[in-house]
Nanobody, 124 residues
Framework: QVQLVESGGGLVQAGHSLRLSCAAS????????MGWFRQAPGKERDFVAT????????SYADSVKGRFTISRDNAKDTVYLRMNSLRPEDTAVYYC?????????????????WGQGTQVTVSS
């Protein structure tokens, strides 16, 4: 059974940092593009960041550029999202996703596998 399991969420004050992890099991995603999305209450699921299978290509939503960094450790089948300078508007459930393809995409429908999500709450 393929699973993506996120961890690392929590409650932090504005300006602080968190690092989210997404561990894959059931199969390897070391050649697949991975992404992070987030969904705030009452809002649609939005793109945050994506990384190619090789790790060479990345893409970010404008709202997180310069603050968030996506990375991956293919030996561990794990993808990370380092979030710095957090803001209250970053509060959301963060989801990890995987594509069957290796190239990056920023739309949710391009992803085939999803984790259950981890809550990030940023207080002002």
């Amino acid at each position: 059974q393929v699973q993506l399991v996120e961890s690392g969420g929590g409650l932090v004050q504005a300006g602080h940092s968190l690092r989210l992890s997404c561990a894959a099991s059931g199969r390897s995603f070391s050649r697949n593009a991975m992404g992070w999305f987030r969904q705030a209450p009452g809002k649609e699921r939005d793109f945050v960041a994506t990384i190619s299978g090789s790790g060479i290509s990345t893409s970010y939503a404008d709202s997180v550029k310069g603050r968030f960094t996506i990375s991956r450790d293919n030996a561990k089948d794990t993808v990370y999202l380092r979030m710095n300078s957090l803001r209250p508007e970053d509060t959301a459930v963060y989801y990890c996703a995987a594509r069957e393809a290796s190239n990056v995409r920023s739309i949710a429908s391009a992803y085939d596998y999803w984790g259950q999500g981890t809550q990030v709450t940023v207080s002002s």
